[in-house]
C-alpha cells in the first residue's frame, strides 16, 4: 500500500496529456520566455518536453565549440562543417533525437538503447567469402549472424586532408561477442580498410554501412526544415561554414549575420547561394563591399529585408545593383552609409514599406530636392542624425507619399513651423519621434493643428518645450496612446494636468528627469489614467501618495522609480498589493527595507525583473 502511495506522489500529471495539448500550451508562452524557461527547469521531463517544442535558434557562444573538441588535427573546414550541423540539430530536436548531446563529445557518440544511434552494419565472413547478415550496434541486442551481440560501438569523424581540407569520413569500431564460444573481437570500419576478428572471423564491409536510424533521418530533415537562424552573436566561423550551411539548409528564409566584422565578399557570395532568402541583416559587416552586394542582389531575387547598417564599403553602386535584381525590397535599412544622392532614384523605384537613412550624411537638400519620384508606398520613414536636410529636402522626398504611418527625425533639425506644415498634409501619420531636436514653441503648435490625432509622440530630451506650447498640442491629439517627454526641464504640474486630462487613453509614460513637476502631479495619473501600462518616473519628486494613487493602474507592467528619493516601504506596498501585473520594477537606489521588499515581492506573482542597484 504504501508503495502504490509513493508511485501516485511521484507520478507527473504531464504524463496524461498528449503532446500537441502541452505543446498547445507551450504556444501561449512564446511570447514570455522566462515562464519557458521556468517550465523546462522544473524537471528532465518538462525539459524534454519542451526541448521538443523548441523551434529557434540563437546561438551565443560558438567558441565553447572548439574547446571541447580536444583535437588539434581536426582540420578547420570540417569544425565548420560540423558547426552548421550542431545549429541545425539544436534548432529542431523533436525531428533529430538527440539525447544529452550537451555532455557527449561530437566524435564519439556513445549508443542509447532507445535507438537515438541506431546504425544497421552489414558483415561477411572470412569463411563464406560472401555477406552472411547484420549486426545492430546496440549492446545487447539479438543478432541475424548468429548469437553474435553487439557489446559496444564507437563512431569519430575524421579528417581526411590538412588544415584547409574540409572533408572527413566515418569510423566505426565495434565490439562484438560470440554467445556460445564467449569470444571477444573488435570489427573496425575506415575510409578505406577494415578489420577482421580473427576469433569470430568476420569482417565490416566497408561497402555496406548503412545509417538508417532515425537520428540520420532527423539530421536530413533539419536541414531541410531549418528556415531561420540568428548567428549575430557568434564567431569563428567564415565563409566555409556559411557555404555549407546554406547548401545543407536550402529553405532558409532568414539569416542573421549581424556583427560580422571579420565576413568578406567571400561571405556574401556564399550567402548567394541561398535562394529562397527573404531577410538578411548585415549589420556591422564593414568588409562587405559594392562586389559583395552584388553577388547577394544577383542570387537572392526573393529579399524582402535587407539591413546594411555599418557597412562602411557599400556605396551607390552596389545599392544601384540592388533595386535593379530585387524588386520584392520592401524594408531597406541603410544607416551610416557614405551614399549619395545618385543611388536615391533607384532605391525609390522599389515599393518599400520602411526605409532607414539614419545618419546618411551624403544626403542633403540639394541631393533631395533634384527627385523626379516619391516612394508612394511608404509607411515608415527614419532620419535620425541627418543633419544636412531641412524641411525643404523632407519635403521633397515624402511628396506624393500617401500611406506615411511613423516618421523618426531624431536629432536632426530644429522642429519649426515650416517643418510642422510640410507634415500637416500627412493625414494617416500616427507616430513622431523627435528626440535630441531643438523644439520651438511656434512648431509645437504647429504640430498641434493637424487635422488628425497622433497615436505616439516623442519628444525625449528636447529643449524648447515648455507648457503652453504641449498643453495645446495634446488638448488637440487626445487619442495619444504612448507619450516620451524624458528630460523635458521646463514642464511643470501644468503640463501634466494638460496631459492626464486631455488624454485619458494613454498606455505608455516617460518622463525621466522632469525636475520641475512637483509630487501633488503624479497623484494625477491614477485619478485619471488608469489604462497605464508603462510609467517612468526616474529622477523625480514622486512620493507615496503618487504610488498610492498609480496603484489604481491595475494594467501597469513597467514601473520605473530610479532616484526617486520621496518613496518608501509604504509606497511600494500599495504597489505590490495592487498591481498584479508588473513585471518590470526600477527602483535603483532606493532604500529598501528587505523585509518589507520579499512582503510586495512575493505578492507580485508576474514580476520578472527588479532592478535594486545600489539599494
Known amino acids: 500500500m504504501k508503495t502504490n502511495k509513493k508511485t501516485t506522489s511521484n507520478c507527473n500529471p504531464f504524463d496524461f496529456l498528449t503532446e500537441e495539448i502541452i505543446f498547445t500550451i507551450l504556444d501561449y508562452l512564446n511570447d514570455d520566455p522566462f515562464s519557458k524557461k521556468s517550465f523546462s527547469l522544473t524537471c528532465k521531463a518538462l525539459y524534454s518536453i519542451e526541448s521538443h517544442h523548441r523551434k529557434t535558434l540563437k546561438p551565443l557562444r560558438a567558441e565553447l565549440l572548439s574547446r571541447t573538441l580536444h583535437r588539434d588535427w581536426i582540420s578547420m573546414g570540417f569544425l565548420e562543417s560540423l558547426f552548421t550541423l550542431l545549429l541545425v540539430l539544436e534548432s529542431q530536436p523533436h525531428l533529430g533525437h538527440l539525447p544529452y548531446l550537451s555532455s557527449c563529445h561530437p566524435y564519439h557518440l556513445p549508443l542509447t538503447q532507445d535507438g537515438g544511434w541506431d546504425v544497421s552494419c552489414k558483415l561477411k565472413s572470412e569463411d563464406n567469402e560472401g555477406e552472411v547478415g547484420k549486426i545492430s550496434p546496440v549492446a545487447g541486442e539479438s543478432s ?253 522626398l515624402i511628396n506624393g507619399v500617401e500611406n506615411l504611418r511613423e516618421l523618426t527625425l531624431a536629432y536632426g533639425p530644429a522642429i519649426t513651423e515650416d517643418l510642422a506644415k510640410c507634415l500637416h498634409t500627412f493625414s494617416g501619420l500616427r507616430s513622431v519621434k523627435f528626440d535630441g531636436c531643438l523644439v520651438k514653441c511656434s512648431g509645437v503648435r504647429a504640430i498641434g493643428r493637424w487635422p488628425r490625432s497622433l497615436k505616439e509622440l516623442s519628444f525625449s530630451k528636447c529643449s524648447g518645450v515648455e507648457d503652453d506650447s504641449l498643453s495645446f498640442l495634446v488638448r488637440a491629439h487626445k487619442e495619444l496612446t504612448k507619450l516620451d517627454i524624458t528630460c523635458c526641464r521646463k514642464i511643470t504640474y501644468d503640463s501634466v494636468d494638460s496631459i492626464t486630462s486631455s488624454c485619458r487613453s494613454l498606455t505608455s509614460v516617460r518622463m525621466e528627469s522632469c525636475s520641475l513637476v512637483p509630487k501633488e502631479a503624479f497623484v494625477l495619473f491614477g485619478q485619471r489614467c488608469e489604462l497605464i501600462e508603462e510609467l517612468d518616473v526616474t529622477d523625480s519628486k514622486i512620493d507615496d501618495e503618487g504610488l498610492k494613487s498609480i496603484s489604481r493602474c491595475s494594467k501597469l507592467s513597467s514601473l520605473k522609480l530610479g532616484i526617486c528619493l520621496n518613496i518608501t516601504d509604504d509606497g511600494l506596498k500599495h504597489i505590490g498589493s495592487r498591481c498584479s501585473k508588473l513585471k518590470e520594477l526600477d527602483l535603483y537606489r532606493f532604500c529598501l527595507n528587505f523585509q518589507c521588499h520579499w512582503e510586495w515581492e512575493y505578492r507580485i506573482f508576474g514580476l520578472k525583473s527588479s532592478h535594486l542597484f545600489l539599494c
Open 144 to 396: 541475424s549472424v548468429g548469437d553474435i551481440t553487439c557489446v559496444s560501438m564507437d563512431m569519430s569523424c575524421v579528417s581526411k586532408g590538412d588544415a584547409t581540407d574540409s572533408s572527413s569520413f566515418v569510423g566505426v569500431s565495434m565490439v562484438v561477442e560470440d554467445g556460445d564460444s564467449g569470444s571477444m573481437g573488435v570489427l573496425c570500419l575506415g575510409e578505406s580498410t577494415t578489420s577482421w576478428s580473427p576469433s569470430l572471423s568476420l569482417q565490416l564491409s566497408s561497402l555496406s554501412l548503412a545509417i538508417d536510424s532515425r537520428w540520420w533521418m532527423g539530421c536530413m530533415l533539419c536541414l531541410i526544415a531549418l528556415c531561420s537562424i540568428n548567428l549575430s552573436r557568434s564567431r569563428f566561423f567564415t565563409n566555409i561554414g556559411l557555404s555549407s550551411l546554406v547548401s545543407s539548409c536550402f529553405n532558409l528564409v532568414e539569416i542573421d549575420l549581424s556583427n560580422g566584422v571579420e565576413l568578406n565578399d567571400l561571405a556574401a557570395a556564399a550567402i548567394a547561394e541561398a535562394k529562397n532568402l527573404e531577410k538578411l541583416w548585415l549589420s556591422r559587416c564593414k568588409l562587405i563591399t559594392d562586389m559583395g552586394i552584388g553577388c547577394v542582389a544577383v542570387g537572392c531575387r526573393k529579399l524582402r529585408l535587407i539591413c546594411l547598417k555599418w557597412c562602411l564599403k557599400v556605396s551607390d553602386l552596389g545599392l544601384q545593383l540592388l533595386a535593379l535584381k530585387c524588386k520584392e525590397i520592401r524594408s531597406l535599412d541603410l544607416s551610416y552609409l557614405q551614399i549619395t544622392e545618385k543611388c536615391l532614384p533607384s532605391i525609390l523605384q522599389l515599393q518599400h514599406e520602411d526605409l532607414v537613412l539614419e545618419g546618411c550624411l551624403g544626403i542633403d537638400d540639394n541631393a533631395l530636392s533634384t527627385l523626379q519620384q516619391s516612394c508612394k508606398s511608404l509607411k515608415t520613414l527614419n532620419m535620425s542624425n541627418c543633419h544636412n536636410h531641412s524641411h525643404v529636402g523632407l519635403s521633397s
